[in-house]
């Protein structure tokens, strides 16, 4: 009985000392009064390690300043309303346009977006000439710029980032994106003990705040506002199933962002047309985290690009188990077939590809291919016509077209075709690994 009084005396009186601690802001500092001695290792720091083979920046002092200035803005607290977790959101989006980030439609790597640089030539022409600008994405209030470079695609806030970018136009800026920024958010986040989390999205990353009552917040952090699950599946036009199987719209545990920094440095090397160490990287990412299609996808890029049909095969066939909405899985898994002489198997993921995105002119050249190998050289033609209206620059339609006409007994057409060939730089356009990279990067 003495114990367990003298317990209870001693209990009430760490209340007491607990509940002095946090009026006085020692405990969980209010806002304007956190103060870090040290930066942790946090998760950015860790994927700026992964990128280390890259040969990239080391340097976190951006990423370090953004943590302090969020500890000294940001109230620690056990737990946060809704309200509060929505000012902490938006303050990070504040300090992030305050240091200069600008969101731009490459894939960049974490090191690549801590790197300061200026605008291009090409961008300061267009932010002042208001002739080449149109906007878009009015939903989100974000302004598109385009060049005639497809590299020369920014998206700025009209709120906030017009007015600075259009007053310094060659003022040194951060280029990042969706899953950059992301890394940025969780850095914050982890430092503070904040409660959030990464969210998976075709081709897009975004930022989940789990709330004490069960809900949560999806925040974007490209434009600084809140989307419901269901204005997501809208603006990414995600099937419900792949919300209900959990390929989308899923929190990302600490493993799976790590996974998400690996696939990001595979990217990188495939942009180098280095397949050997693009493998490297996309495994690690697969070790993290089987459950991303787009992981499956690239290693089947590598896998055909190194002639390896068979496993190029069997990883866009995991990545279409996944999500079998992704165009250009189905135009890889198809041109393996093909590899593979399983012409058949072949036509039918080019003509699904198709149904997706009816603009591929790889896929109508692989119809093309796959309709003359079975004999069907009238069917050839036609798919090799609309595959060059699209692309009239793709030297292997020309030569199935040739392959096609001449079997038709049109030689004249044929020998044509052939010069046109010759004529084009010879290049693989369509089993291109780097290419195929390329033209999946259409990332927010």
């Known amino acids: 009985m003495i114990l367990v009084i003298g317990a209870c005396r001693t209990l009430r009186f760490l209340h007491w000392h607990v509940l002095f601690l946090i009026a006085a802001g020692l405990l969980y500092p209010v806002q304007g009064q956190a103060q870090l001695q040290e930066i942790p290792h946090t998760v950015a720091h860790e994927i700026l390690a ?22 000294v803005h940001i109230p620690r607290k056990p ?55 149109y906007r878009s994405f009015v939903q989100s209030d974000l302004m598109y710029f385009h060049h005639s470079c497809p590299g020369c695609v920014l998206y700025l ?22 899953a950059t920024l992301s890394f940025i958010y969780l850095a914050v986040a982890e430092t503070l003990d904040l409660p959030m989390q990464a969210l998976s999205l075709p081709l897009h990353i975004a930022i989940r705040w789990q709330l004490d009552d069960g809900t949560y917040i999806n925040w974007q952090p490209l434009n600084g506002r809140q989307e419901s699950d269901e204005q997501m599946a809208r ?32 990217v990188a090397w495939m942009e180098r047309n280095d397949t050997f160490h693009a493998q490297y990287a996309m495994e690690n990412s697969l070790f993290l985290d089987d459950f991303h299609p787009l992981t499956h996808y690239h290693l089947g890029v590598i896998h055909h690009t190194n002639e390896q049909y ?38 039918q ?13 790889e896929a109508y050249m692989g119809l093309g291919w796959a309709y003359y190998k079975r004999g069907n050289n009238e069917a050839a033609v036609v798919e090799f016509n609309k595959a060059l209206e699209l692309n009239p620059e793709l030297p292997s339609a020309y030569i ?16 044509a075709d052939m010069d046109m060939a010759d004529n084009l730089e010879q290049h693989p356009t369509s089993l291109s690994g780097a290419g195929l990279v390329r033209a999946a990067q259409g990332v927010q």
């Not at 992964?50 to 500890?71: F, V």
């Not at 080019?350 to 995105?357: A, E, G, T």
Request: proline content about 2%; overall charge negative; glycine content about 8%.
């Open 50 to 71: 992964i990128e280390a083979e890259l040969g990239n920046s080391l340097d976190s002092s951006i990423l370090d300043a953004i943590i302090r200035e969020a500890a």
């Open 235 to 266: 603006s990414y036009a995600i099937d419900p199933s792949l919300i209900s199987s959990g390929v989308y719209l899923r929190s990302l545990t600490r493993n799976e962002v790590l996974a998400l920094g690996w696939f990001l440095v595979g």
């Open 349 to 361: 993921d080019f003509s699904r590809s198709l149904q997706i995105d009816g603009n591929l002119a």
């Open 79 to 133: 737990s946060y309303t809704r309200q509060e977790a929505l000012d902490i959101l938006t303050t990070i989006f504040d300090i992030t346009i305050e240091k200069g980030f600008l969101y731009k439609a490459s894939s960049f790597t974490l090191g690549q977006s801590l790197t300061p640089r200026h605008l291009s030539g090409n961008e300061i022409e267009l932010l002042s000439s208001y002739d080449n600008l």
């Open 400 to 415: 199935g077209r040739s392959a096609a006409l001449d079997a038709l007994g049109r030689s004249d057409e044929a020998r």
């Open 310 to 347: 068979l496993t190029a095969l069997h990883h866009y066939t995991q990545s279409l188990a996944l999500d079998d909405t992704f165009a250009r899985t189905h135009l890889g898994r198809g041109w393996s077939f093909f590899r593979l002489g399983e012409y058949e198997e072949a036509a």
């Open 157 to 178: 806030d009209r709120e906030r980032q017009e007015p600075v970018v259009m007053t310094d136009p060659g003022g040194r800026y951060y280029f990042t994106q969706c």
